[in-house]
């Protein structure tokens, strides 16, 4: 790629938006009242509002390495903290994809240097849910269950924080699970019920 062309492209992308709208750029710039924070993989070929449909301003947008909630990483606390507590969203996405790089490299054998306290993560993911995967003989299905549990995983880790627990008492915000389907295009709905997984991890995790 020829990193000049993306100044040329941004040109043509701002005229196409004032073409439509010319205060545009004035009203994207008065603040933003995202409804969802969206919490996904940083893959290149996985794109958070081109998935979505959405536009600049409607959603929150935090990407990682296999899209990861762990406690001890201040970003994604920090990001969780602001998006809830001071942006108010009332949804909270944690999207996988299937296919997922992180989690492949994850379950090698192999020593991936600076990488390796990250994808522990993910391990840990795989050891919680241990028998099921192994009774999977395909290994593609195989790492793509595993892109499913760790969405359901990733859920719960956000689910474990005080700002969520607060909002879900305070404003019924809600938790959801999808997957990013690679090779269709289309997002699947998890459909975790996060209402279930609250009550249960709450004699535990319960801050408030």
């Not at 935090?62 to 602001?82: C, E, F, G, K, Q």
């Amino acid at each position: 790629m020829n990193i000049e062309q993306i100044f040329t492209n941004n040109q043509q992308w701002v005229q196409e938006k004032l073409k439509t709208n010319q205060d545009y750029f004035d009203n994207l710039s008065k603040g933003q009242s995202p409804e969802i924070l969206y919490i996904g993989c940083s893959d290149s070929r996985v794109t958070a509002e081109d998935l979505m449909g959405v536009q600049p301003g409607d959603a929150f947008v935090h990407r990682n390495i296999a899209n990861m909630v762990p406690n001890t990483d201040l970003s994604a606390m920090s990001v969780i903290n602001y998006a809830v507590s001071h942006l108010k969203v009332n949804h909270i996405v944690v999207c996988g994809h299937y296919y997922c790089g992180g989690v492949k490299a994850a379950m090698q054998s192999a020593d991936l240097g600076i990488l390796n306290p990250w994808l522990r993560n993910i391990r840990d993911v795989y050891r919680l849910h241990q028998d099921e995967l192994d009774a999977i003989q395909d290994t593609d299905k195989r790492y793509n269950r595993l892109v499913e549990l760790n969405v359901q995983e990733q859920c719960v880790n956000v689910l474990k924080t005080a700002d969520v627990q607060r909002a879900y008492r305070d404003r019924r915000l809600s938790v959801h699970g999808w997957v990013f389907d690679i090779r269709s295009g289309k997002l699947i709905d998890l459909k975790i019920d996060f209402t279930k997984i609250l009550e249960g991890i709450m004699k535990i995790y319960h801050l408030d």
